[in-house]
């Protein structure tokens, strides 16, 4: 155990966390030159196609040190999108230490200092490295300065480095053994504790369990349980995470690894859960993660009827691999039967939507997305609604309260007038700033989370040209004045496209979906009215002008009554046509109202 250090590389979105893994992999010679490629460990298609982590990567690292020592290196590569930091706080859980990467032109941002607190949160001992020392714009020894005073960590043990062209990164591996601790708690010889920090489906194999053996030996042939479920099987084979899995004859107290046994019932495998002998079980269960707290809520509806039943085998699979996202029975009576969502955020769910129709080939369709609000009724009860379908009537309604989040946001001092102006927009209030650093501001403002979820980060990016940084937390609930906005195509309410928005908002949220709606709704033979309506009140609307023959293209010369008779009868044809004609809505318009452009 002296020779295993557990570790992983955690930072801000976009400061090079997938680069320096990759650099550390083809140093330790884990991967040939002409199998390597970028991203090595990112291996869903989405990820590579947006340049994001989305899912924690363990990989094994054999590295001979300088002192002459042979070391296993087990790297635990993590997200730095805030969506994703369920994932982080998983993956440290199972290290002993953290690489803490800084970009040298930006400095320390909002997620770091976040991703920072979850690892003093779990004891870890944390190497600062700051990254992108090549960049013209690079200015390390502010950064350095930057670590030293705000973040409080040692300076004396920074590193520095280029992961994109390798300059500084074998400093970090001599860092990583010699500053970083190995596993400490039970030894090989004590009854198997092992902990599920991961899991993954295979079709072949059931569930590839990744696991921390915290104390003990597992083998394969061995029967364990597991303590959650009480459920037990007998080990196929246990291994090491290489760029494939490698089989091993055992794995013990300290490694990371992954364990095969057959697993085929999904709900038997929870992240958190302990995993020991079933004859000689440990005394307690290791204390697993805390519940993660959803944010935004949206229904998935599988697009044919027929696909509701795969599309349940496909959320168990995705829950297993993605343990923040949890889901239950839903049902609309224009879209079916489907599943109510919980998500971290607005990226968290069109991962989510993206992964179902690429991996599980099944279209579907997303309603709004949502918050979770308060009700409080006239005859004292209270009701907690996250789906506009369950708005109660507002005549019993005596007020509501909406969920508040306090945003951090880290930005160059010349981007302030747009950010405040920005969450001004968006219902902020109680504006605090100071300068944590010459030139760079960290603004503080409690915003309504209802307003966060569409694309406040998005805007935050464009107006701050890449260069701000956001971070949130929940505080508390408000008052608010809240109103169901309907939406309907040709005088037929569309379930999914129902949204509950402030009253003030209700307005401009109706025109915005009912633009985007003629946008991508194909144009019929008859006129298509699009209305957005609070009740009975229609408070925005749009028209899509019908296709039109020239039913008077055969007339020429005589009385102009023989032109009108005809326009006459095509008016009456449009008329009837209206009454019966069904207008089929595209998958891509759902999306479109979901891409606010306010």
Known sequence: MKNIRNFSIIAHIDHGK??????????CHVVSDREFKDQILDNMDIERERGITIKSQTICLPYKALDGKNYILNLIDTPGHVDFSYEVSRA???????????DAAQGVEAQTLANLYLAMENDLEIVPVINKIDLPSADPEAVALQIDEDL??????????SAKTGEGVPDILEAIVKHLPPPAGGNADDPLQALIFDANYDAFRGTIISVRIMAGTVKAGEVVTFMATGS????EEVGLFQVTRTKKKSLQAGEVGYI?????????????????????????AL??????????????YPIST?????????????????ASLTFQKDSSS??????????LGLLHLEVIQERIEREFDIPIILTVPSVCYYFYLTDKSKIEVDNPSHFPDPATIAYTEEPYIKATILIPERYMGAVMSLCMERRGENTSYHYPLPGRIEFTCELPLAEVIYDFYDKLKSVTQGYGSFDYELIDYRKSDLVKLDILVNSERVDALSQLVHKTNARARGLHACEKLKEEIPRQMFKIAIQGAIGGNIVSRTTIAALRKDVTAKCYGGDITRKRKLLEKQKAGKKRMKTVGNVDIPQRAFLAVLKSDQ
Do not use: W
């Open 18 to 27: 997938s680069t320096l893994a990759d650099r550390l992999i083809q140093l």
């Open 92 to 102: 440290l859980s199972s290290c002993e230490g953290a690489l803490l990467l800084v």
């Open 152 to 161: 409080g960590l040692d300076a004396e043990i920074t590193c520095m480095c």
């Open 232 to 235: 037990s099987y007998k080990v």
């Open 260 to 284: 095969l046994a057959g697993v085929k019932n999904i709900t038997d495998t929870k992240p958190g859960d302990t995993i020991t002998h079933k004859d000689a079980p440990c005394p307690v």
């Open 287 to 300: 204390k697993g993660f805390q519940e993660i707290q959803q944010v935004v809520f949206s229904s998935i």
């Open 306 to 322: 027929d696909d509701y039943e795969d599309l349940m085998v496909a959320m168990d699979k995705l829950q297993l691999n993605d």
């Open 334 to 343: 224009a879209l079916g039967f489907g599943f109510r969502c919980g998500f």
